[in-house]
């Protein structure tokens, strides 16, 4: 029988909108080789495009990134040190001025009123925004489509999703041109802007097409160029020499293109990067301004340390050494990892402008530009968080992907150890030695008792050539001690079949029977839960549900990851997911919802450029943990990107508002168990143990609350024992152990 004297916490007395709020931090920060890193949870990159822009009011150009493989947008400031000199610090409150973009974006001043303008896609072809800033960024869509005229009369300007156009001044009147690929993705078409010609200024995007091919050339993948084609101002148009049925659909695959005058003879010269190859290819314009000539082709561009990527770079013009003059930048354009053979944490090769502006002289300095100054796993990072060492404090391990080295493509953890004073140090990129001895991809860690001696273990679920598997390393330390894991000593946890890439597990108790069950997060979106059928030590893990909460599959999302914590401080757990497409819900107390039919709570992140909270994307494939690092009681979220990075989210809900008393039970587990006895205290009190005979063997009396105080119980023997919680000599609660070994 159990006696229960009730302590008092505070709680909610009024009513407030069911929200969840958080707001990006930088609070924290990363230690990497010895340095800190300045943009620590900028997410990391995979394919960035890269422009500037004037985002706050300095003066000084910012820079703008785009992340095809994300479809995600990133701004960073130009900040000054204490030397004076600038860097890049990420600051996501931009991000909130710029519209929804997919797949490209570059940013012109098309209207040569000094502020930068965008153009990015649309289906089928170019869509442009105006910037409109007077006192806070904004911009206002001007034209989508954009439309040229040619021998059809006007139509939409066509560009493949999977290209990269150039958008620039060919002809030196004043207004911005288009030069991209044609639907066959063999030939380039010029499209002059006819704006100064027609109104006498740059305000108009009056595009038409001169000729049926520019530069007298055409390709059909990358080094098989041929040139000396009569591409004329309006010739006939020229059949594709290597469609040889005339009746087979055309198929684009894909081109990347940056114009600019390599020779500083006012002629733009083409840098060319194709879906098939790994370098870039230059051509030197030897026509005039009028009409573009090329007659041969460089195809590993620059000489001193061409380009080359495992796929499908493109290259960018832009000032990133604050010198005045613009540098060369090279990425993969490819919207994923093709067959896993790009390096996605050395994905942007810096090559310094030595030179001039219009006579250019690149220098190779690095390929990881900007990648170096965050965390970068390369792919698909997956933290958790858990004390590792043993100091008392959360560590911070990150799985991924996989990265590609000697041995080949292999995924591995990284080892983060809190330094205390809200720092992160990468100790380990490999931890346990597991990228070193076994190949596996997709690795996603997990921390739980998943043998119910009281300790938590370490498991993850990952991808192999023999397919996926969810494993766990006893951990062989006591409570509150180092971990103790061995690479041999892996469990395969049985009983779960149909396990797949991107699926994601979560072991929680949700039917509340003292056992742990497991929700697993599908690739495909939807929602399993498997009730533990067996017992805590032996446990069986059985498909109950299918579409748990109604949560189906969606492949628009997909990918669902999966954490459960005390957001709000009201003693009830709620589960945090986050999918594929970047956004974070919340399901507010997860075990009291209907199980046919969960409902989302309005989640939502401050959004510092308008002022007001809202549903803000973060990235894609988003990987979860939580953990609370300043003991405010209400944990705060660290997700993995797709992008191989970081975000960390501070918690901003409502917590505790009013004085009003309500009980709350301490919560004493395992019970029965077989040595550790835990109690989540919500007060300072005294924790006294007594046998059976009355005897008292056990005392001890906690620091802290809300957090686990740990019972050892390993000298005792097996039977049955009282466990008395009092304070200040009043007893709060009494509860039977069991003890059973």
């Known amino acids: 029988m159990s006696y229960k004297f009730l302590p008092f916490l505070f709680i909610l007395t009024q009513t407030f909108a069911q929200e969840f709020t958080f707001k990006y931090d930088n609070s924290l920060k990363i230690v990497q080789n010895g340095k800190t890193l300045p943009n620590s949870f900028a997410g990391g990159f995979n394919a960035p495009q890269f422009s500037t822009c004037k985002l706050d009011k300095d003066g000084i150009d910012d820079l703008v990134v785009f992340d095809r493989t994300a479809q995600k947008l990133y701004t960073f400031l130009?900040?000054?040190?204490?030397?004076?000199?600038?860097?890049?610090?990420?600051?996501?409150?931009?991000?909130?001025?710029?519209?929804?973009?997919?797949?490209?974006?570059?940013?012109?001043?098309?209207?040569?009123?000094?502020?930068?303008?965008?153009?990015?896609?649309?289906?089928?072809?170019?869509?442009?925004?105006?910037?409109t800033t007077t006192d806070n960024l904004?911009?206002?869509?001007?034209?989508?489509?954009?439309?040229?005229?040619?021998?059809?009369?006007?139509?939409?300007l066509y560009l493949s999703s999977t290209d990269m156009p150039s958008i620039t001044d060919i002809d030196n009147d004043g207004d911005d041109d288009i030069v991209a690929f044609d639907v066959s993705g063999n030939f380039t078409m010029f499209h002059r802007n006819f704006s100064v010609e027609n109104y006498k200024n740059a305000e108009n995007l009056e595009f038409k097409r001169v000729g049926d091919c520019w530069g007298g050339f055409y390709k059909e993948h990358f080094d098989d160029i041929v040139f000396n084609q009569p591409c004329g101002d309006n010739p006939v148009p020229l059949d594709n020499p290597f469609q040889t049925d005339k009746n087979a659909k055309i198929l684009h695959s894909g081109n990347s293109l940056l114009l600019l005058d390599l020779n500083g003879d006012g002629l733009k010269d083409i840098l060319f990067g194709h879906v098939t190859k790994n370098n870039v290819a230059s051509l030197n314009?030897?026509?005039?301004?009028?009409?573009?000539?090329?007659?041969?082709?460089?195809?590993?561009?620059?000489?001193?340390?061409?380009?080359?990527?495992?796929?499908?770079?493109?290259?960018?013009?832009?000032?990133?050494?604050?010198?005045?003059?613009?540098?060369?930048?090279?990425?993969?354009?490819?919207?994923?990892?093709?067959?896993?053979?790009?390096?996605?944490?050395?994905?942007?090769?810096?090559?310094?402008?030595?030179?001039?502006d219009d006579k250019p002289d690149f220098n190779f300095v690095q390929t990881n530009m900007l990648q170096n100054s965050m965390v970068d796993l390369g792919e698909n990072s997956a933290p958790v968080f858990a004390d590792i060492d043993g100091d008392g404090d959360q560590d911070l391990l990150v799985g991924n992907s996989g990265n590609r080295g000697d041995t080949g493509y292999r995924a591995s953890i990284s080892l983060f150890e809190n330094k205390g004073n809200n720092t992160f140090e990468l100790t380990n990129n490999d931890y346990l030695g597991i990228s070193k001895n076994q190949q596996l991809f997709e690795i996603k860690p997990f921390i739980a008792d998943l043998n119910a001696d009281g300790v938590d273990d370490l498991g993850f679920i990952a991808n192999s050539f023999v397919g996926v598997s969810m494993r766990y390393f006893p951990n062989r330390a006591a409570k509150g001690k180092a971990f103790d894991v061995r690479l041999a000593e892996a469990?395969?946890?049985?009983?779960?079949?149909?396990?797949?890439?991107?699926?994601?597990?979560?072991?929680?108790?949700?039917?509340?029977?003292?056992?742990?069950?497991?929700?697993?997060?599908?690739?495909?979106?939807?929602?399993?839960?498997?009730?533990?059928?067996?017992?805590?030590?032996?446990?069986?893990?059985?498909?109950?549900?299918?579409?748990?909460?109604?949560?189906?599959?969606?492949?628009?999302?997909?990918?669902?990851?999966?954490?459960?914590?005390?957001?709000?401080?009201?003693?009830?757990?709620?589960?945090?997911?986050?999918?594929r497409s970047g956004f974070i819900k919340v399901y507010k107390n997860i075990t009291e919802q209907n199980q046919t039919k969960f409902v989302a709570d309005s989640t939502s992140i401050f959004d510092e450029f308008n002022n007001k909270n809202a549903q803000l994307p973060l990235g894609g494939m988003l990987n979860v943990a939580v953990t609370d690092l300043n003991n405010d009681l209400i944990p705060d979220l660290m997700i993995g990107t797709n992008t191989g990075g970081l975000k960390w989210l501070k918690n901003t809900s409502k917590f505790l508002i009013t004085s009003t008393e309500e009980p709350k039970n301490f919560i004493v587990y395992p019970n029965p168990t077989n040595r550790y006895l835990y109690v989540k205290n919500p007060i300072i009190a005294d924790y006294e143990l007594f046998d059976i005979t009355g005897r008292k063997i056990l005392s001890q009396k906690n620091q802290t609350i809300n957090q686990d105080l740990v019972l050892d119980l390993s000298s005792q023997t097996e039977g049955i024992y009282i466990l008395k919680i009092s304070k200040d000599g009043k007893i709060e609660q009494t509860e039977k152990v069991v003890l059973r070994k």
């Not at 005039?288 to 080359?308: E, I, M, W």
């Not at 490819?334 to 944490?345: H, K, W």
């Open 285 to 356: 314009n030897t026509g005039t301004l009028a009409r573009a000539r090329f007659s041969g082709a460089n195809y590993k561009f620059p000489n001193a340390k061409p380009v080359d990527f495992a796929v499908f770079p493109a290259m960018y013009y832009e000032d990133l050494d604050f010198d005045g003059v613009r540098d060369l930048i090279t990425s993969p354009n490819g919207s994923d990892n093709a067959l896993q053979t790009v390096d996605y944490q050395n994905s942007v090769w810096f090559y310094k402008n030595i030179g001039k």
């Open 138 to 156: 904004s911009f206002q869509l001007s034209a989508d489509p954009i439309f040229s005229t040619g021998y059809s009369g006007k139509l939409n």
């Open 491 to 579: 469990v395969t946890i049985p009983s779960v079949e149909y396990l797949a890439n991107g699926d994601f597990p979560l072991f929680f108790d949700l039917n509340k029977d003292g056992l742990k069950d497991l929700l697993l997060g599908k690739g495909s979106g939807r929602l399993e839960y498997y009730k533990n059928t067996g017992t805590a030590k032996n446990p069986v893990y059985t498909l109950n549900n299918d579409q748990l909460g109604g949560i189906i599959d969606d492949y628009t999302i997909g990918n669902i990851s999966l954490a459960t914590a005390d957001l709000n401080g009201d003693g009830k757990e709620e589960l945090i997911t986050g999918n």
């Open 78 to 131: 130009a900040k000054q040190d204490n030397t004076g000199k600038y860097f890049w610090q990420y600051e996501p409150k931009y991000e909130s001025a710029f519209p929804k973009i997919s797949n490209w974006i570059l940013l012109r001043d098309y209207n040569r009123d000094g502020k930068k303008d965008i153009f990015t896609y649309t289906p089928g072809g170019i869509k442009a925004y105006k910037n």
